[in-house]
């Protein structure tokens, strides 16, 4: 039997896919629906339940802003959200909406391909359920499928392990175990120190020594909250007008502009205040390699006083790319973790990691008998969650097959020969450079206004122009060689951390604010780029 023909079908229940039920459903009065692999709402913070998971992005700009009622009535209790209070106010949300009811949970999709003669999108679930719909919009997030690296020898491996992009609902314990951890990205700065607290030992395996700053997170006072509240639609225009979508601005002077002294004390006071401002003390911090040095020898300095052991520091302050040119994690307690007698530091760039054997992991330099192995070794980023949907377009051409060399896109927002499919945050937008939650309202307000205008226009069918996607990947490719971000040779951002990947710079570099006006361009200009066709072409 043909499934009911919906107008849109949206994968994925985190921020993106919650938004957009929203807009297409309660605004635009479509049918929609989500499908969800998950058994709630979430998306991203479903599966990231690992030791201290906690956002860098502040409390106060790490949520939606196209509601004026919520930003009043929820409060945050700390600078940064903790994991379970993002997922308290997702469903706050979700409620707040009445979206559950239009989220399938549990349903994971395996295949969607599009149906030309129908104009129809046609999605499989692993369950052996059929969907199909007019629209199909991917809110996948970027960071949604788990790196698990293919050491030899993992099948074998006596303990457990685990990936903390899935960790394990009911929590893990590791009193008394002696456990492993690879990856010491953003994600396993966090973890370390907590799992440290716990473990009987922490054998923590770097492969890339990476900078990081203090997060100083601390519980909200009233006063804050109550400034906040009192001044949202200021917080929320500096959100909307700067680079990254924080809410505080990139400093519009030169490191080159102040007396070393200056230079110290600014550094000292950001420091101070811990966060992701630090790289904003400066505006040519990430634009210029010698301004960028200053700050990362800064950084490093910080790290050898820190660490006592001169090894641990000088393996941990021996950083092989500029400051900020991987995403730059802040932690809480990450270099005093180390300082720990019952925490060591294994170099697997100079003794790689040869194999997990029965009892643990096998360097060059030798075997470490473990309890337990976490991988904090990251994502098959922007293009994993999305090729793994395993969808194909129009002439049955497989999205794999058209992104075997990387990403193509228009905007980040749609893929030639694949009609009527919107990729939220896709590679080739701001996405990963921004702060999450702004990306996305701009990416859903902009699929859903397209949408809009399609049924109002009667546009059956609409795809980007050979030559628009063309040139926006030398946009793109442009953008990043303003910044400093193409110089960190293992760069998630880059492909470099999942082997075999193609090496490409997938988001746009060129900041939020830039980026949000190029696209009001696109619609002012009758979707500039597009190729919209009516439903009378088609029959
Ligand atoms: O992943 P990563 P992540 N052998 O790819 C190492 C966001 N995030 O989960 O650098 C040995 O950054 C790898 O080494 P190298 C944020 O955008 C946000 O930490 O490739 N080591 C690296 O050390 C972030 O950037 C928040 O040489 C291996 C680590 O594993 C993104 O998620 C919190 C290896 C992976 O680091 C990803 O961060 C956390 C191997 N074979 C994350 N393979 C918040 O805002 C990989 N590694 C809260």
């Not at 030309?116 to 999108?121: F, G, I, T």
């Not at 010698?290 to 490093?300: D, L």
């Amino acid at each position: 039997m043909n499934p009911p023909v919906l107008d849109a079908l949206i994968i994925g229940a985190g921020f993106s896919g919650m938004y957009q039920l929203h807009c297409l459903r309660d605004r635009q009065g479509l049918s929609a629906l989500v499908l969800e692999a998950g058994a709630g709402v979430g998306g991203t913070w479903y599966w990231n339940r690992y030791p201290g998971a906690r956002c860098d992005s502040e409390s106060h700009s790490y949520c939606y802003s196209f509601s004026q009622e919520m930003l009043q009535e929820w409060e945050w209790s700390e600078r940064y959200p903790e994991q379970p209070e993002i997922m308290r106010y997702m469903n706050y949300v979700a409620d707040k909406f009445d979206l559950k009811r239009d989220i399938r949970f549990n349903t994971r999709v395996i295949a969607a391909h599009w149906d030309a003669p129908a104009n129809l999108w046609r999605v499989e679930t692993e369950a052996g359920q059929s969907y199909a719909a007019r629209y199909l919009i991917t809110a996948v997030g970027c960071l949604s499928t788990a790196n698990v690296p293919k050491f030899l020898g993992l099948e074998s491996y006596e303990g457990r392990w685990v990936h903390t992009g899935e960790w394990p609902h009911e929590g893990v314990d590791f009193t008394g175990l002696r456990v492993g951890q690879i990856g010491t990205g953003s994600t396993g700065i966090q973890s370390i120190p907590v799992i440290a607290a716990q473990a009987a030992s922490l054998t923590v395996f770097q492969r890339t020594a990476n900078y990081s700053t203090p997060a100083r997170n601390h519980p909200l006072s009233p006063e804050f909250q109550a400034w906040v509240k009192a001044n949202y639609g200021e917080i929320v225009q500096t959100m909307r007008e700067t680079r990254n979508g924080h809410w505080f601005r990139i400093k519009d002077r030169s490191i080159f502009d102040v007396t070393d002294e200056e230079r110290e004390a600014a550094f000292e006071e950001s420091w101070e205040k811990g966060g992701l401002q630090f790289r904003s003390e400066f505006g040519d911090i990430t634009t210029n390699l010698e301004a960028n040095s200053k700050a990362a020898e800064f950084i490093k300095r910080k790290i050898r006083e820190t660490v006592k052991d001169p090894e641990k520091a000088r393996l941990l302050s021996d950083i092989d790319h500029p400051y900020a040119a991987k995403r730059p994690p802040i932690d809480t307690g990450y270099f005093e973790a180390m300082n720990l007698d019952h925490v060591s530091l294994v170099d697997v760039k100079a003794n790689p990691i040869v194999e997990i054997t029965p009892k643990g992991v096998r360097t060059t330099a030798g075997e470490y008998e473990l309890d337990m192995i976490v991988f904090a070794t990251g994502f098959d980023a922007m293009t994993g969650p999305l090729l793994r949907l395993n969808i194909t377009g129009r002439d049955g051409v497989a999205l794999r097959d058209v992104w075997a060399a990387g990403p193509r896109s228009y905007l980040g927002l749609q893929v030639e020969g694949f009609p009527n499919m919107f990729t939220i945050t896709g590679p080739g937008s701001p996405s990963v450079l921004t702060n999450m939650p702004v990306a996305i309202e701009q990416h859903v307000e902009f699929i859903t206004t397209l949408i809009a205008h399609m049924r109002a226009e009667g546009v059956a069918r609409i795809e980007p122009e050979a030559e628009a996607v063309a040139d926006w990947l030398v946009k793109v490719n442009e953008a990043s060689h303003e910044t400093l971000l193409p110089q960190a040779a293992s760069s998630w951002y880059l492909g470099a951390n999942v082997p075999g990947k193609p090496r490409v710079f997938m988001p746009y570099a060129g900041g939020m604010a830039k980026y949000r006006g190029i696209c009001e361009e696109v619609a002012a200009e009758g979707y500039k780029g597009f190729v919209l066709e009516r439903e009378t072409a088609l029959t």
